[in-house]
C-alpha cells in the first residue's frame, strides 16, 4: 500500500526529532550515536544551511524519514543523504523523498546527484535504478584489530605534531585541497568549512595529526575521530593527505601508522575507515596495514544535464 508522506523543510524546533531519526539510522553501530548539541554544531556548518537543504517526512505528524541534500556548486554536484523509519518502509515514502533530493537538486541547478548505498541494500539499488541512476563508484568500509603500536620516529626531514587551532586551518584546508584534487567526488574545501569541521566536538583538534618538514611547511596530515562516549570500541580514520608532488616516499604509511597509534594510545581496540575502491595505492596501503573488507557501498548517480535536455 503505497503512502503519501507530507515532507516538509527542517526548522530548529525539530532538532531533537532529527537527532532522534538520525540515531535511529545507526542503531547498528553505537559509537556513531549522537547528541542534540553535537547536532546543531554538525548542521550550522558552513554551506549546510539546514532550513533550505533538510527535509522531514511526516505521516499523521508521526516522523517517518529524513532526507538531507548537499550542495557542492564547485563541481555542480549535489549529494543526497536520506533514511526512512523501519515501520514506514515499503509504503512509498523512499521514494518521495527520492523525488524531493531530484527536485531540490535542480532547484540547486546541480549537474549530477549522487547516493550512496550499501551493495547489499537491494530495496535501495533498486528504487535508484528505476528513478534513473546508475552505479558508478565503489567504496570499501575497512577495519582492523588495533594492536599495534608503531614506531614513532618520523621520516628523515620531517615531523609529526598535531593541529594548532586557530593557527593551521589555512594551510590544511590547502594540502587537503591539493591532495584530493584528482580524486573521484571530491569538492574543495574552505577555510571556513576546515575550521568548523576541526571545533565539531571538544575533542576533534586533538586528533589531527599533522607532518610537517623542515622548513615546517605542512606535507601531510591524519585526521582520527575518537568514540563519542567513554566506552566506545571503535575509533576511525577520516581523510588522510600528503602532498603531491612527495607521493611514493612512505609519508603516507607512516602518518597512517601514526594515526593509529595515536587511537591505540586512547586505548581504543577497532579501528574503521573508508576508501574508494579504485583508489589502488590507497587501498593496498590499508590492506597491508592488516585491514579487511567490513562492507561495501555503491555510489550512484543521476545525470541531471541528461534529465534536462530530454
Same mark, same amino acid.
Given at each position: 500500500?503505497?503512502?503519501?508522506?507530507?515532507?516538509?523543510?527542517? /526548522?530548529?524546533?525539530?532538532?531533537?526529532?532529527?537527532?532522534?531519526?538520525?540515531?535511529? $539510522?545507526?542503531?547498528?553501530?553505537?559509537?556513531?550515536?549522537?547528541?542534540?548539541?553535537?547536532?546543531?554544531?554538525?548542521?550550522?556548518?558552513?554551506?549546510?544551511?539546514?532550513?533550505?537543504?533538510?527535509?522531514?517526512?511526516?505521516?499523521?505528524?508521526?516522523?517517518?524519514?529524513?532526507?538531507?541534500?548537499?550542495?557542492?556548486?564547485?563541481?555542480?554536484?549535489?549529494?543526497?543523504?536520506?533514511?526512512?523509519?523501519?515501520?514506514?518502509?515499503?509504503?512509498?515514502?523512499?521514494?518521495?523523498?527520492?523525488?524531493?533530493?531530484?527536485?531540490?537538486?535542480?532547484?540547486?541547478?546541480?549537474?549530477?546527484?549522487?547516493?550512496?548505498?550499501?551493495?547489499?541494500?537491494?530495496?535501495?539499488?533498486?528504487? @535508484?535504478?528505476?528513478? $534513473?541512476?546508475? /552505479?558508478?563508484?565503489?567504496?570499501?568500509?575497512?577495519?582492523?584489530?588495533?594492536?599495534?603500536?608503531?614506531?614513532?620516529?618520523?621520516?628523515?626531514?620531517?615531523?609529526?605534531?598535531?593541529?594548532?587551532? $586557530?593557527?593551521?586551518?589555512?594551510?590544511?584546508?590547502?594540502?587537503?585541497?591539493?591532495?584530493?584534487?584528482?580524486?573521484?567526488?571530491?569538492?574543495?574545501?574552505?577555510?571556513?568549512?576546515?575550521?568548523?569541521?576541526?571545533?565539531?566536538?571538544?575533542?576533534?583538534?586533538? &586528533?589531527?595529526?599533522?607532518?610537517?618538514?623542515?622548513?615546517?611547511?605542512?606535507?601531510?596530515?591524519?585526521?582520527?575521530?575518537?568514540?563519542?562516549?567513554?566506552?566506545?570500541?571503535? &575509533?576511525?580514520? $577520516?581523510?588522510?593527505?600528503?602532498?603531491?608532488?612527495?607521493?611514493?616516499?612512505?609519508?603516507?604509511?607512516?602518518?597512517?601508522? /601514526?594515526?593509529?597509534?595515536?587511537?591505540?594510545?586512547?586505548?581504543?581496540?577497532?579501528?574503521?575507515?573508508?576508501?574508494? /575502491?579504485?583508489?589502488?595505492?590507497?587501498?593496498?596501503?590499508?590492506?597491508? @596495514?592488516?585491514?579487511?573488507?567490513?562492507?561495501?557501498?555503491?555510489?550512484?548517480?543521476?545525470?541531471?544535464?541528461?534529465?534536462?535536455?530530454?
Amino acid at each position: 500500500m503505497q503512502t503519501t508522506a507530507v515532507i516538509s523543510t527542517f /526548522a530548529w524546533d525539530k532538532l531533537d526529532v532529527w537527532t532522534e531519526m538520525l540515531n535511529h $539510522g545507526l542503531a547498528s553501530d553505537n559509537d556513531l550515536y549522537t547528541t542534540q548539541n553535537s547536532k546543531e554544531l554538525f548542521l550550522r556548518q558552513p554551506d549546510v544551511e539546514p532550513e533550505d537543504n533538510c527535509f522531514i517526512a511526516n505521516i499523521e505528524n508521526v516522523p517517518a524519514g529524513m532526507l538531507r541534500v548537499t550542495n557542492e556548486s564547485k563541481t555542480q554536484r549535489a549529494v543526497a543523504n536520506l533514511f526512512v523509519n523501519p515501520q514506514h518502509r515499503r509504503i512509498g515514502i523512499g521514494r518521495q523523498l527520492l523525488q524531493t533530493a531530484i527536485d531540490h537538486a535542480n532547484k540547486l541547478n546541480s549537474q549530477i546527484l549522487h547516493i550512496q548505498v550499501a551493495v547489499n541494500n537491494d530495496a535501495g539499488r533498486f528504487l @535508484l535504478e528505476q528513478a $534513473g541512476f546508475a /552505479a558508478v563508484r565503489r567504496y570499501w568500509k575497512l577495519t582492523k584489530k588495533n594492536r599495534e603500536i608503531y614506531e614513532n620516529t618520523p621520516p628523515n626531514g620531517y615531523q609529526l605534531r598535531f593541529f594548532k587551532k $586557530g593557527q593551521d586551518e589555512k594551510a590544511l584546508t590547502e594540502l587537503q585541497n591539493q591532495s584530493f584534487t584528482d580524486s573521484w567526488g571530491f569538492s574543495p574545501n574552505t577555510v571556513n568549512q576546515i575550521h568548523s569541521k576541526a571545533r565539531l566536538t571538544k575533542w576533534e583538534t586533538d &586528533g589531527i595529526l599533522i607532518l610537517e618538514n623542515s622548513n615546517g611547511d605542512m606535507v601531510g596530515y591524519n585526521w582520527t575521530h575518537r568514540p563519542k562516549k567513554n566506552n566506545s570500541t571503535h &575509533g576511525y580514520i $577520516g581523510m588522510t593527505g600528503v602532498h603531491p608532488g612527495l607521493r611514493g616516499l612512505g609519508l603516507g604509511r607512516y602518518i597512517v601508522q /601514526a594515526g593509529i597509534s595515536y587511537l591505540n594510545s586512547l586505548k581504543i581496540p577497532n579501528i574503521t575507515l573508508e576508501v574508494d /575502491a579504485n583508489n589502488m595505492s590507497a587501498r593496498e596501503l590499508y590492506l597491508s @596495514l592488516g585491514f579487511e573488507l567490513l562492507e561495501e557501498t555503491v555510489w550512484y548517480e543521476l545525470n541531471l544535464k541528461h534529465q534536462k535536455l530530454n
